[in-house]
């Protein structure tokens, strides 16, 4: 049951593309460190957002456009 709940999570978390999930967890990592030496991080997540679906919609487009 509680390992049924983990792979559940994990899936949802993870989803399609791990490296989403990675670069997500990069950005919030980054923006937290920002805080933490008290300088202005709010711009840092709406950037890595926009640079993430870029790199992601690119990946994705590449790998079913035949060739």
Do not use: Y
Not at 27 to 54: D, N, Q, R, S, Y
Not at 56 to 61: E, F, K, L, N
């Amino acid at each position: 049951m509680i390992a049924r709940l983990g792979r559940g999570v994990l899936e949802f978390v993870v989803g399609d593309d791990w490296r989403v999930a990675a670069a997500v967890v990069v950005a919030l990592l980054a923006t937290a460190g920002l805080a933490g030496l008290g300088l202005a991080a709010w711009w840092l997540l709406p950037l890595a957002t926009v640079a993430i679906l870029h790199f992601a919609i690119r990946g994705a487009v590449s790998t079913t456009r035949p060739r």
